[in-house]
Nanobody, 119 residues
Framework: QVQLQESGPGLVKPSQTLSLTCTVS??????????WSWIRQSPGKGLEWIGH???????LYSPSLQSRTSISRDTSKNQFTLQLTSVTPEDTAVYYC???????????WGQGTQVTVSS
């Protein structure tokens, strides 16, 4: 059973960098063909895909967030990390990490973590 757990600050000030870590257990982030994603949901809005890091270590980001987004990984800890720079209150959301086994559909989700951007 694969489990994902998000961790990081729940409150970030405007213009600062949001940093979240996803710790994966029950599976390796280097397993072939798996993609490890960050997804968010803002109040009153649908799910928004932020980006992913592939099993190979390559990354892909949403065009709307690409200039502010970086996803990296620590294979020794089986973790991957999201950094979102220059945040504004519009970045307030529940942030999820998730796994796509290569089918373009998520099969495992973290429980989500609320991040609020406010001074």
């Amino acid at each position: 059973q694969v489990q994902l757990q998000e961790s990081g600050p729940g409150l970030v000030k405007p213009s600062q960098t949001l940093s979240l870590t996803c710790t994966v257990s029950g599976g390796s982030i280097t397993t072939a063909y798996h993609y490890w994603s960050w997804i968010r949901q803002s109040p009153g809005k649908g799910l928004e895909w932020i980006g992913h890091i592939r099993y190979s270590g390559s990354t892909l980001y949403s065009p709307s967030l690409q200039s502010r987004t970086s996803i990296s990984r620590d294979t020794s800890k089986n973790q991957f990390t999201l950094q979102l720079t220059s945040v504004t209150p519009e970045d307030t959301a529940v942030y999820y990490c998730a796994r796509d086994p290569g089918s373009s559909a998520v099969d495992y989700w973290g429980q989500g973590t609320q991040v609020t951007v406010s001074s």
